[in-house]
């Protein structure tokens, strides 16, 4: 089956570490997507991507970068430099948003130690 | 701008009474329009969406919105509540041809 797999589900680090969170789909989609979901706040965008080797900072890019080298993948790295990084993230991605929307991984919640 | 507001942070119904889930839209030209579900620690998944065909919108799991432009608004509803559709809500936009932009989220609460 066609999805969005986000790995791993729940992750720890440490302060002063930075941590990449894995987003892979075979849905074949040229737009990916990373959000960040607090309590309270909704979704904010964090970066994304149109197409393989470009993309964009989001609302919230601080702290955190991207990199997308194949079309099935766009992980996200948090950085050291990220002041409040515990939250939930999720992984998107569309081939044609106004006509299909997102779809969405099952999310990865990372926690600062 | 575009915008999306939720009018709800919370709505409580009890099982088997209708729900209502209110969003207003802000756009300058016909927008698209979608409800999103997320059950806790999930991932989201589309409900049900608008794209300029008809109004009147059916999803999944009995819930329908109705895309009203002289009032900006799609809300979202459904005749009778389980208690499996407890969860969080959300009304999103398109703002361009790559991106959407979400409402705060309303949370739903169903009673025994």
């Known amino acids: 089956d066609g999805g969005i797999t986000q790995s791993p589900k729940y992750l720890f680090r440490k302060e002063g570490q930075n941590v990449t969170l894995s987003c892979e789909q075979n849905l074949n989609h040229d737009a990916m997507y990373w959000y960040r979901q607090d309590p309270g706040q909704g979704l904010r965008l964090i970066y994304y991507?149109?197409?393989?080797?470009?993309?964009q900072k989001g609302d919230i890019a601080e702290g955190y970068s991207v990199s997308r080298e194949k079309k099935e993948s766009f992980p996200l790295t948090v950085t050291s430099a990220q002041k409040n990084p515990t939250a939930f993230y999720l992984c998107a991605s569309s081939t044609e948003p106004r006509v299909d929307g997102y779809t969405f991984g099952s999310g990865t919640r990372l926690t600062v130690v | 701008a575009q915008s999306v507001t939720q009018l709800d942070s919370h709505v409580s119904v009890s099982e088997g009474t209708p729900v209502l889930l209110r969003c207003n839209y802000s756009s300058s030209y016909s927008p698209s329009l979608f409800w999103y579900v997320q059950h806790p620690n999930k991932g989201l998944q589309l409900l049900l969406k608008?794209?300029?065909?008809?109004?009147l919108v059916k999803g999944i799991n009995g819930f329908e919105a109705e895309f009203k432009k002289s009032e900006t608004s799609f809300h979202l509803t459904k005749p009778s509540a389980h208690m499996s559709d407890a969860a969080e809500y959300f009304c999103v936009v398109s703002v361009s041809s790559y991106k959407l932009i979400f409402g705060s989220g309303t949370r739903l609460l169903v009673r025994p």
């Open positions: 608008y794209t300029s065909a008809a109004t």
């Open positions: 991507s149109q197409i393989v080797n470009d993309f």
